[in-house]
């Protein structure tokens, strides 16, 4: 549950358009701490290595982008 005041926040930053919502990402992340953007860095490995792996063994589909990312794309109201 987000506090009213990052609700707004994010309501304010989602009007943005895109070029300066990307900026404001960078500097959010920039703004991150080693240890925080470590950890995030070793998530998403461990994420690449299982999907991988799934992918290996048969157990996933792989999907290509021009058909992964407009959907992502909608999902995101972008």
Excluded: C
């Amino acid at each position: 549950m987000m506090s009213p005041v990052l609700e707004k926040v994010e309501k304010e930053a989602l009007a943005l358009p895109e070029p300066e919502r990307a900026t404001l990402v960078e500097h959010l992340v920039n703004s991150l701490s080693d240890r925080v953007l470590n950890e995030v860095d070793e998530a998403w490995v461990a994420e690449a290595e299982r999907r991988y792996n799934e992918y290996r063994q048969g157990r996933r589909t792989p999907i290509a982008a021009k058909d992964f990312f407009p959907g992502i794309r909608k999902a995101l109201g972008w």
